[in-house]
């Protein structure tokens, strides 16, 4: 991470938080006659450049859509071959990672995942938690509607316990017991490799998030790429049903 470049934009202006569907790894790997996995491997090493291309910009939260709780029904070898890939990347990046300031943490439902994908997970988590330039948050086994359930029922075992009065549930509640509690919503989320669907990704942090659709492939995805993404934010303007100033 030591070639960093000045950032384009206004600070002001840079969204606080960018959440990436990365898709299309396997059409990028059809597309050259490789086999799937290849297209995965090659993405590994655009992750690499989202997360230079959010540090440069000063973006504060990356959230990356890794592994969704709907992708086990791929075939076995392509399972496993992504959680071999993910436990080879994260050994591989931590230390650089930790050096730039990064802060790893991952979300979804990790008591579905292997048990040495689990431990390298929470290691990964303590050796970064101090770190504050950039939050990257990694959704493994995540699924938006499997979130929401669980938020409901923390809230409802506590009004069974008397804790909470029915009376009193706001939208603070569920936020607050979703895994992605006291991180800002993202403002930006970009999807690659042209499909136009959220796929059960952060559906409650998205409600007002700019939705940027892009045909690249996630495995050509670059820096210039993301900072093409942010200077398309800029100049969205975003209303929060109020009409413009
Ligand atoms: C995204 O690429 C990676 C994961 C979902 C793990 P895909 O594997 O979905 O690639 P396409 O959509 O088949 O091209
Ligand atoms: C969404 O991509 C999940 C990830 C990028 C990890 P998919 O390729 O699995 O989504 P669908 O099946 O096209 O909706
Ligand atoms: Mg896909």
């Known amino acids: 991470m030591s070639t960093l470049a000045p950032a384009i934009s206004e ?33 590994a090493e655009a992750v690499r450049e989202a997360i230079k291309g959010c540090i ?14 709907e992708n086990w029904r791929r075939p076995a070898a392509e399972v496993s071959h992504l959680m071999t890939l993910l436990q080879v990347y994260v050994r591989r990046e931590l230390g650089e990672l930790a050096g730039a300031g990064v802060r790893v943490s991952f979300i979804g439902d990790r008591g579905g995942l292997p048990r040495e994908t689990q431990e390298l997970l929470r290691h990964a988590e303590q050796e970064t938690a101090a770190n504050r330039r950039l939050l990257l948050q990694v959704a493994l086994n995540y699924g938006a509607r499997r979130e929401l359930v669980e938020a409901c029922r923390k809230i409802a075992i506590e009004a069974v316990a008397g804790r909470i009065d029915p009376a009193q549930i706001d939208e603070a509640s569920i936020a607050t017991r979703l895994e992605t509690a006291g991180v800002p919503d993202p403002d930006l989320l970009i999807r690659t490799s042209g499909e136009k669907r959220l796929s059960n990704f952060l559906l409650w942090q998205v409600a007002y998030g700019e939705l940027l659709f892009m045909d690249t492939l996630w495995p050509d995805f670059t820096r210039q790429h993301l900072r093409q993404a942010v200077d398309e934010f800029q100049q969205r303007e975003r209303r929060y049903g109020a009409v413009s100033a």
């Open 11 to 43: 600070p002001a202006n840079v969204p606080r938080h960018v959440a990436i569907i990365m898709d299309g790894n396997g059409r990028w790997a059809k597309a050259r006659g490789l086999p799937r996995i290849a297209g995965h491997q090659r993405g």
């Open 56 to 69: 440069e910009l000063g973006i504060g939260v990356l959230t990356l859509f890794a592994f969704s709780s």
